[in-house]
C-alpha cells in the first residue's frame, strides 16, 4: 500500500505589526503570562486589542489548538478569529472560540460518555424545554385547578436561575418569586421530573451543556481538557453568571495563563444572573494578577466623557478609571426640561427632524434609550404622527405586547360587549375557565348580545358547578368596571383584582410588565372616557410610521431601545428620557446599595453611546388632563453631576409656539 503524507504548507514568520495600537493597548497584547484583568473602558478598541493579544500569543510559537476564547456571542468569536487569521495571514480552523455553550458542547461531544452523557445527545431551544416542562406540569392533574401554578415559561426561569446563579430553589423563590414560596415542594418536584424526563430522552437544554461542562471539568477525565488550555482569554467577563466564572477558573488551573477582559462600570445583567463579583473580585481571588487599563476612549467626545467619568465615580465598589477623550471638542450635552411626557416626546420628534432635514444626519445614526420599555410610550405615537420611521431593539411595539393587550381586551368589552376577540382574550386569562367554559360564554354573547357586566350572571347558571366560581369572579370585576368611567382607573383596577395574579404566574419579568401597565393607566388619565382612549389606542397601532423624506432610504430609521438593549451600540446623537426619580433610576431596580450603583452603571452605559450629541430629558409634572398634579423630582444620576463643580452640561429652555389665532 502506497503512504502519501499531506503537509502543512509552511508559514513565513511574520513580526505582527503592533503600531496601530495605543501604549495602553499595547502593554495589554504584549503582557507576560499569568492572570490578567483588562478593564476595558466604553468606545476604547477592546475587541481589537483581544484579537491582537490572540495572534501576538500564536506569534510567539502558542499552538492555536491551545489556546480558549470565551465570547458572548459565536458572531463575535469568528468576528475574532477572522481578524486573528488576517492580522498572521493564516487561516485558523483550530482555535476553540465561541460562547460558553458553543465551546461546552464542543468539549462534550468529545468526553460527554465521561460524564454520563448519551454519545448522540440532542440540543434542545427554549421552546422545546418549555414544552417538555409544560407535559411535567400536566402531571400534576387535578392539583392545578386548586390554585393557579407558575406556567412552564416561569418554571423554566426557576429552573434557569438555580443554574446559572448557583443558589438553590428557596433562594431563588425568596428573592425573586416570593409569591410561590409556600409551593416550593411541588415546584421542587415538577423541576425533578423535568430534568429526569431530560435525561432519559437524551435531551440537554442550554443550561444543561454548562452543567454537564462544569462536570467534566471537576471530573478526573477533565484534566486532559484542562492541561490543553494553555491560555485562556474571556470577552465581556462582566456579564458572566456563577457557573459561568468557575468554568473559567477551572480551565485555567492548570496553566494560570488567563487574561478577562471586561468593564466593571457597565455591568448592567444582574437580572439575568450576571454575577458583579466576578470582575470586581478578581484581583482579591489572584493576588498575583496584573490589572490594565484601557482608557482612550474612540467614540465619543470630551465634552461626552465628563459627563460620563463625572457620574460613574460615585460608585463605591468599581475598579476606577477615567476616560480619555482622543476626539476633538464638540457640543455639550444638554439638559432638556420638559412640562411633560406629552412635551417630551414633541422635543424629541422635533429634534430628530432638525438634525436629519437641517444637518443631514442619517436616522439610522440617532439613537432614544430609556430604562423601560413603557418609556417610549408617548414617544412612539409622536413618532407615528409625524410619520418618522423607526425600529424597536428592545422588543415589540409598546401597545403590541401581549400583557398591554390582554388588559385593553377588558375596556374593548367594557366599550363593546359583544367584542368576541377580546372576550377570548379576556377568558384565556381566568384560572379555572377551560375551552369549554369559554366555548359556552362566547356562544351566549353571539345569541343575545348585551352589556359586558349582564353577559356572564346570564350563562352562569348552566354552567357545570367548578365553572361558577371562576366566572361569577370574573362578573363581579366586569360589574366594577362598569362603575369607573375613566380608563386610567379601570386599568389599574384590572391589574389589581386580575391581572397580577395572571402576570406573576405565565411571566418571568411580572413585576416589569405590571409596571408597564401601571404607566399605561398614568397615560390613559388624560382621556375621559374609555372609547376615546380605545380611539387613540387603535390610532396609535394602525399608524405605520413612513419614511420622512422622498429620498430617504427604507432601512434609514431612528433606533428606540432600553438601556439594556443599547449595549455595545453607538449613535451620533442620543436622547436619554424620563430622568426622573422612580423611573430612572427606576423604583423596583433601586432598593439597596449594590442596585443603586447597578443602575447608576446603566446611566453611565446609556451616555456612552452618544458620539457627538447627547440630550438628557425630564419631565417635570405629570401629564393629565385636569392638570398636573405631581411634580417629578430630577433623577439622582443628573443632579449629582453637578457636585464637583460646574455641571457638564447646558440647560435648555423649551417653549412652546405660541398658536396662530389669525390662521384659522
Wanted: charge should be neutral.
Amino acid at each position: 500500500m502506497t503512504r502519501y503524507t499531506l503537509k502543512r504548507p509552511q508559514r513565513q514568520p511574520t513580526r505582527l505589526d503592533l503600531a496601530s495600537l495605543n501604549p495602553q493597548q499595547r502593554e495589554v497584547v504584549t503582557s507576560p503570562t499569568g492572570y490578567s484583568l483588562v478593564i476595558a473602558g466604553a468606545g476604547s478598541g477592546k475587541t481589537k486589542t483581544l484579537t491582537h493579544r490572540a495572534a501576538y500569543l500564536i506569534d510567539r510559537g502558542l499552538d492555536p489548538r491551545r489556546i480558549l476564547l470565551c465570547t458572548f456571542t459565536n458572531r463575535a468569536a469568528r468576528e475574532m478569529t477572522r481578524r486573528v487569521g488576517e492580522l498572521l495571514n493564516i487561516e485558523l480552523r483550530s482555535l476553540w472560540a465561541g460562547t460558553f455553550h458553543h465551546v461546552a458542547n464542543l468539549a462534550l461531544r468529545r468526553h460527554g460518555v465521561d460524564c454520563g452523557l448519551r454519545e448522540n445527545y440532542a440540543i434542545i431551544d427554549r421552546e422545546d424545554a418549555r414544552d417538555l416542562m409544560a407535559s411535567c406540569l400536566a402531571d400534576e392533574g387535578k392539583r392545578l385547578q386548586k390554585r393557579r401554578y407558575p406556567n412552564p415559561a416561569v418554571l423554566l426561569e426557576i429552573a434557569s436561575q438555580i443554574v446559572n446563579t448557583r443558589r438553590s430553589l428557596t433562594m431563588v423563590l425568596q428573592t425573586q418569586l416570593p409569591r410561590f414560596y409556600d409551593l416550593e415542594d411541588e415546584i421542587a418536584g415538577i423541576i425533578r421530573r423535568f430534568e429526569g424526563r431530560k435525561r432519559s430522552l437524551g435531551l440537554l437544554d442550554y443550561d444543561d451543556l454548562l452543567v454537564y461542562f462544569h462536570r467534566l471539568l471537576i471530573a478526573p477525565t477533565g484534566q486532559e481538557l484542562i492541561d490543553r488550555f494553555e491560555y485562556v482569554l474571556v470577552d465581556e467577563y462582566q456579564d458572566t453568571n456563577q457557573i459561568q466564572g468557575e468554568i473559567v477558573e477551572l480551565c485555567a488551573a492548570k496553566h494560570q495563563n488567563l487574561m478577562v477582559v471586561g468593564d466593571d462600570a457597565q455591568s448592567i445583567y444582574s437580572f439575568r444572573g450576571a454575577n458583579f463579583q466576578n470582575i470586581i473580585e478578581f484581583p482579591s481571588r489572584h493576588p498575583q494578577t496584573q490589572v490594565y487599563r484601557l482608557e482612550y476612549n474612540y467614540r465619543s467626545t470630551p465634552q461626552i466623557l465628563e459627563l460620563a467619568n463625572r457620574s460613574i465615580q460615585v460608585n463605591l465598589r468599581q475598579h476606577p478609571k477615567v476616560l480619555r477623550p482622543t476626539r476633538p471638542p464638540g457640543v455639550m450635552p444638554a439638559l432638556i426640561p420638559l412640562a411633560d411626557g406629552g412635551q417630551q416626546a414633541a422635543f424629541v420628534a422635533q429634534r430628530i427632524l432638525e438634525l436629519h432635514h437641517d444637518l443631514g444626519l442619517p436616522l439610522a445614526e440617532l439613537g432614544v434609550l430609556y430604562r423601560a420599555h413603557s418609556h417610549c410610550l408617548e414617544l412612539q405615537i409622536e413618532l407615528n404622527r409625524r410619520r418618522i420611521p423607526y425600529s424597536i431593539r428592545s422588543g415589540l411595539r409598546f401597545f403590541e405586547q401581549a400583557h398591554i393587550k390582554d388588559v385593553v381586551a377588558y375596556l374593548r368589552i367594557l366599550h363593546n360587549g359583544v367584542d368576541q376577540l377580546a372576550w377570548r382574550r379576556v377568558l384565556r386569562q381566568q384560572h379555572g375557565i377551560g375551552e369549554r367554559t369559554a366555548k359556552q360564554i362566547l356562544d351566549r354573547i353571539g345569541e343575545t348580545p348585551a352589556l359586558c357586566a349582564e353577559v356572564l350572571p346570564k350563562v352562569s347558571p348552566s354552567l357545570a358547578t367548578r365553572s361558577r366560581k371562576p366566572v361569577d369572579r370574573l362578573a363581579q370585576v366586569l360589574v366594577a368596571l362598569t362603575q369607573h368611567g375613566s380608563p386610567s382607573e379601570a386599568i389599574k383596577l384590572i391589574v389589581e383584582h386580575v391581572y397580577r395574579d395572571y402576570a406573576q404566574a405565565n411571566f418571568p419579568n411580572a413585576d416589569t410588565r405590571i409596571e408597564d401597565l401601571m404607566q399605561l393607566a398614568d397615560y390613559a388619565r388624560r382621556y375621559d372616557g374609555v372609547e376615546t382612549f380605545l380611539s387613540e389606542l387603535a390610532l396609535a397601532e394602525g399608524l405605520k410610521a413612513e419614511a420622512v423624506g422622498d429620498g430617504d432610504a427604507p432601512d434609514d430609521k431612528v433606533t428606540l431601545s432600553t438601556i439594556h438593549q443599547a449595549k455595545g451600540l453607538e449613535w451620533r446623537a442620543v436622547w436619554i428620557l424620563w430622568l426622573v426619580e422612580g423611573r430612572f433610576p427606576q423604583a423596583l431596580a433601586a432598593k439597596t446599595a449594590g442596585e443603586l450603583e447597578e443602575e447608576r452603571r446603566l446611566f453611565y452605559v446609556a451616555a456612552t453611546r452618544a458620539k457627538d450629541e447627547l440630550y438628557l430629558c425630564y419631565p417635570r409634572f405629570s401629564d393629565e388632563a385636569d392638570g398636573p398634579d405631581r411634580l417629578f423630582r430630577l433623577s439622582r444620576f443628573v443632579a449629582e453631576l453637578g457636585d464637583a463643580g460646574q455641571p457638564p452640561y447646558e440647560r435648555w429652555a423649551i417653549e412652546e409656539e405660541a398658536e396662530d389665532t389669525d390662521a384659522r
